[in-house]
């Protein structure tokens, strides 16, 4: 139903979050959700953010959806996180025809690009309005392909992990590090979604483990 995806966006918009995409799983609906481009701000503003203590954007997660499922009738939350077992976001994702795998292998959002972030999935039993989009690598010149400056991430190859983190933590690293991923940033998608070089160091920070 439109009328509920609606209420569902209008209901994460207040705290920062989109809808990504909506899944079928036999009678039930699963609405995945992730970070809007300005969400950052109000997660940034959160007691979980300025704490101190670890895991801030999970336990931010862990408080706001239940939230937005009581405010919108959902019947369960299901997060990317707290596994094994791990729920299939990247399977859901696929199946919701809203985001892709693109050439160098990451998952490529038609709105987000590669800043696409899931913070959870909310479960219905009501019908909800799909939104079915075009791949948005086909019309592009894909400058992803040659933006890593270690070819940790080209076409036709596994992502190499210990070259990136090596290069993370490295002084040549520093642009990567303080201001998000060079491969995520040459999406023009990415770039039209917009995220901010606090978030992306955020994020770097997690990933390193520092």
Known sequence: MVALLQTIEDTCRIRGLTVLGVVAEGEKRIALVGLRADGWEKFAASAEY???????????????????????????????FGGPPYEPFIRWSFDSGETFSSPVGMLVH?????????????VFDAEIDRKIASHPCVPCDRPCEIACPVGALAPEQDYDVPSCKSHLASPEGNECRDAGCLVRRACPVSQAFGRSAE????HMRSFLGV
């Open 110 to 122: 038609h709105r987000a690009g590669f800043w696409i972030s899931f913070r959870g999935a909310l």
């Open 199 to 202: 978030q992306s160091a955020f």
């Open 50 to 80: 300025r704490d101190g203590a670890a895991n801030p954007l999970d336990r931010w997660s862990l408080r706001v959806l239940p939230e937005i499922a009581t405010e919108t009738g959902a019947l369960d939350v299901r997060y990317p």
